[in-house]
């Protein structure tokens, strides 16, 4: 099955960028495997793919060592507190939602020096949802540059999770905003090469507006499997 669905969100993204004049490999498949264990992982793995995104950091972590014989690359797309960034800094390579110096500054400090630096992306609220995380999008410009300086990290770019859109049209605006905030950044000096925007509903919206990298978890491992 996972196979199959690898194929067919493949096969999504190809024809997204051929109607919007893009290369398909301008954007990352990044596959989220929370709550789905190793050998799931496993199987998308023998398809193919190579970066997954976890959004619950204790799991994560033990799901990594169970694989540590494989060559992945793993994405924290979860909220970080406090008291799990030394996990992130020491295990992920990639957090993709950063919204804080503070956590930044943890990151940096608790990042082992034997590993590359830890690749970032400031997850950016950039429809006010009123349950989402993120800074305001006013916001942004003085984090990333905060961001920036420190030698232990690397920012990358923007992530965002938008409230659902009701059609392909407003999907596009959204994610047109998180664009524009984008350039305005790269404008201003930043060396930023990733828009982390997209899942399984929004995929070709993303993809139209510039994303480089989706994050797809249902359309690749089907319903998410929760503890009773």
């Given at each position: 099955?996972?196979?199959?669905?690898?194929?067919?969100?493949?096969?999504?993204?190809?024809?997204?960028?051929?109607?919007?004049?893009?290369?398909?490999?301008?954007?990352?498949?990044?596959?989220?495997?929370?709550t789905f264990g190793?050998?799931?992982?496993?199987?998308?793995?023998?398809?193919?793919?190579?970066?997954?995104?976890?959004?619950?950091?204790?799991?994560?972590?033990?799901?990594?060592?169970?694989?540590?014989?494989?060559?992945?690359?793993?994405?924290?797309?979860?909220?970080?507190?406090?008291?799990?960034?030394?996990?992130?800094?020491?295990?992920?390579?990639?957090?993709?939602?950063?919204?804080?110096?503070?956590?930044?500054?943890?990151?940096?400090?608790?990042?082992?020096?034997?590993?590359?630096?830890?690749?970032?992306?400031?997850?950016?609220?950039?429809?006010?949802?009123?349950?989402?995380?993120?800074?305001?999008?006013?916001?942004?410009?003085?984090?990333?540059?905060?961001?920036?300086?420190?030698?232990?990290?690397?920012?990358?770019?923007?992530?965002?999770?938008?409230?659902?859109?009701?059609?392909?049209?407003?999907?596009c605006a959204v994610?047109?905003?998180?664009?524009?905030?984008?350039?305005?950044?790269?404008?201003?000096?930043?060396?930023?090469?990733?828009?982390?925007?997209?899942?399984?509903?929004?995929?070709?919206?993303?993809?139209?507006?510039?994303?480089?990298?989706?994050?797809?978890?249902?359309?690749?491992?089907?319903?998410?499997?929760?503890?009773?």
């Amino acid at each position: 099955m996972i196979v199959d669905n690898l194929q067919r969100v493949r096969s999504r993204i190809v024809q997204a960028c051929s109607a919007c004049g893009r290369s398909e490999q301008e954007v990352v498949l990044l596959a989220v495997s929370k709550t789905f264990g190793a050998a799931a992982v496993r199987e998308a793995y023998a398809a193919g793919q190579t970066a997954f995104g976890e959004n619950y950091i204790q799991e994560a972590v033990e799901k990594i060592a169970a694989l540590a014989d494989l060559p992945l690359q793993w994405h924290c797309i979860g909220p970080i507190q406090s008291n799990k960034t030394r996990l992130v800094a020491q295990h992920f390579d990639w957090a993709h939602t950063v919204d804080r110096f503070k956590t930044a500054q943890r990151l940096n400090d608790q990042r082992p020096p034997e590993r590359a630096a830890l690749n970032v992306c400031i997850q950016v609220n950039i429809d006010g949802g009123p349950t989402k995380a993120g800074v305001a999008p006013t916001e942004v410009l003085a984090l990333a540059q905060q961001i920036a300086g420190l030698p232990r990290l690397r920012l990358r770019g923007l992530m965002t999770i938008p409230e659902p859109a009701a059609d392909f049209a407003a999907a596009c605006a959204v994610h047109q905003r998180t664009r524009q905030l984008f350039d305005a950044l790269q404008s201003s000096g930043l060396a930023l090469d990733t828009l982390s925007m997209g899942m399984s509903a929004d995929l070709e919206a993303a993809v139209q507006c510039g994303s480089s990298m989706v994050r797809i978890g249902s359309a690749i491992f089907g319903g998410r499997q929760y503890p009773a």
